[in-house]
């Protein structure tokens, strides 16, 4: 069993902006806003509702609230979908795998918790399709089978070339509480913002900046997935 570490959520290189932490630890997954004008996504941040019952909307200013989603990954139905180099390290996983995910958030109404890197949900991996071996068809029939997907609902020819992580749907979660994994506070003096903090480093068995997806961290260690469990609740 193997552990993937992969950032997703809006950023500041995307959108201007990261998801917002609360005063409970609680937080909002907000997903990128699409960025290919041929997709079918018509869901704005408007239409997506958040953990609070408020929509994502509300987090966000008025220029980027009207955006359209790229709501990938989806935790309906447990999918995510990439393509080039993400979509060959997706490849790697395999069925009971662990596809992690973290976030940058940003504490909302200036409360107690500080902007960092934070885990905020994952996948048990049940299966890893390949676009680019499986039939028009079918890819067609999967298309259908996950609505909640905006991979799924672009257009372009590199929708023949993703690669889409199906989760099992009793084993993929938000967590309730998201975990800090990197922030200046936690770092020692010189480090990277976005570098690993020490206790993680200790914990998860990886170091370095990780505020870009690529290349993504593994996690193999036997003691290193048990704390990661941990920190996942399972």
Same mark, same amino acid.
């Given at each position: &069993?193997?552990? &993937?570490?992969?950032?997703? +959520?809006? =950023?500041? +290189? %995307? =959108? +201007?902006?990261? %998801?917002?932490?609360?005063? *409970?630890?609680?937080? !909002?997954?907000?997903?990128?806003?699409?960025?290919?004008?041929?997709? =079918?996504?018509?869901?704005?941040?408007?239409?997506?509702?958040?953990?609070?019952?408020?929509?994502? /909307?509300?987090?966000?200013?008025? #220029?980027?609230?009207?955006?359209?989603? @790229?709501?990938?990954? $989806?935790?309906?139905?447990?999918?995510?979908? =990439?393509? +080039?180099? #993400?979509?060959?390290?997706?490849?790697?996983?395999?069925?009971?795998?662990?596809?992690?995910?973290?976030?940058?958030?940003?504490?909302? #109404?200036?409360? !107690?918790?500080? !902007?960092?890197?934070?885990?905020?949900?994952?996948?048990?991996?049940?299966?890893?399709?390949?676009?680019?071996?499986? %039939?028009?068809?079918?890819?067609?029939?999967?298309?259908?089978?996950?609505? @909640?997907?905006?991979?799924?609902?672009?257009?372009?020819?590199?929708?023949?070339?993703?690669?889409?992580?199906?989760?099992?749907?009793?084993?993929?979660?938000?967590? #309730?509480?998201?975990?800090?994994?990197?922030?200046?506070?936690?770092?020692?003096?010189?480090?990277?913002?976005? /570098?690993?903090?020490?206790?993680? $480093? *200790?914990?998860?068995?990886?170091?370095?900046?990780?505020?870009?997806?690529?290349?993504?961290?593994?996690?193999?260690?036997?003691?290193?997935?048990?704390?990661?469990?941990? &920190?996942?609740?399972?």
């Amino acid at each position: &069993m193997t552990a &993937m570490l992969l950032r997703v +959520g809006i =950023d500041k +290189g %995307s =959108d +201007g902006i990261l %998801s917002p932490i609360l005063s *409970n630890g609680k937080f !909002e997954y907000i997903p990128l806003s699409e960025s290919d004008e041929k997709s =079918d996504e018509n869901r704005t941040y408007y239409e997506l509702i958040g953990r609070t019952g408020k929509p994502l /909307a509300d987090y966000l200013p008025s #220029k980027i609230a009207s955006r359209k989603v @790229h709501y990938d990954p $989806e935790f309906h139905t447990c999918t995510y979908g =990439d393509r +080039g180099m #993400k979509g060959k390290y997706l490849l790697k996983l395999e069925n009971g795998d662990l596809l992690v995910f973290y976030a940058g958030l940003t504490p909302y #109404k200036n409360n !107690e918790y500080d !902007e960092g890197l934070y885990i905020i949900g994952y996948f048990t991996v049940k299966e890893v399709l390949e676009f680019s071996t499986i %039939s028009k068809e079918t890819i067609r029939t999967i298309r259908n089978s996950y609505p @909640h997907n905006s991979h799924l609902k672009r257009n372009s020819e590199d929708t023949q070339e993703m690669v889409l992580v199906l989760g099992d749907p009793n084993k993929c979660k938000l967590l #309730k509480k998201a975990v800090l994994i990197s922030n200046k506070r936690l770092n020692r003096i010189g480090r990277s913002f976005n /570098a690993v903090s020490p206790a993680m $480093e *200790n914990l998860l068995g990886i170091k370095g900046s990780i505020q870009r997806s690529i290349p993504p961290r593994f996690i193999i260690g036997e003691q290193n997935l048990l704390n990661l469990k941990k &920190m996942l609740e399972l």
